[in-house]
């Protein structure tokens, strides 16, 4: 039995277009299957650079976060310093939240809870 992810802390989900990070999961979740349904052609598509730019946007974002965390001795997360998110893995990450949870959990969110689960701190 797979383990639940990590409860997050949600705000609404902001409209598209706003803060890179802010696109709700299940949007995201949509724009990935759409552009799998395009084929080749999705190369084409600009929600190609939209989706990149929210992960990239929410990875930078909790990379600051845990520099602050840090400071204060206790990160959230312990990536090395060139630690990649791999798409399929992300993409399988997202899909692990309960449907109706998906609206409602930022990508941002999601982003840090798979850096906190795929790279957690040693026990001190």
């Excluded at 949007?27 to 990149?52: H, I, Q, R, W």
């Excluded at 929410?58 to 990536?79: D, V, Y």
């Amino acid at each position: 039995m797979a383990a639940q992810p990590a409860p997050v802390c949600a705000e609404a989900a902001a409209q598209p277009g706003s803060m890179p990070g802010s696109m709700s999961v299940a949007t995201f979740l949509a724009k990935v299957e759409a552009l799998k349904a395009k084929g080749l052609m999705a190369a084409f598509s600009s929600d190609v650079g939209l989706l990149k730019g929210e992960v990239t946007g929410s990875a930078q974002a909790f990379r600051r976060q845990l520099k602050a965390e840090a400071a204060t001795g206790k990160p959230s997360a312990c990536p090395p310093e060139r630690a990649a998110l791999n798409s399929d893995e992300l993409i399988a990450h997202m899909q692990s939240y309960p449907v109706a949870a998906r609206p409602r959990i930022p990508v941002s969110a999601a982003v840090g809870d798979l850096f906190r689960k795929r790279f957690p701190c040693p026990a001190r």
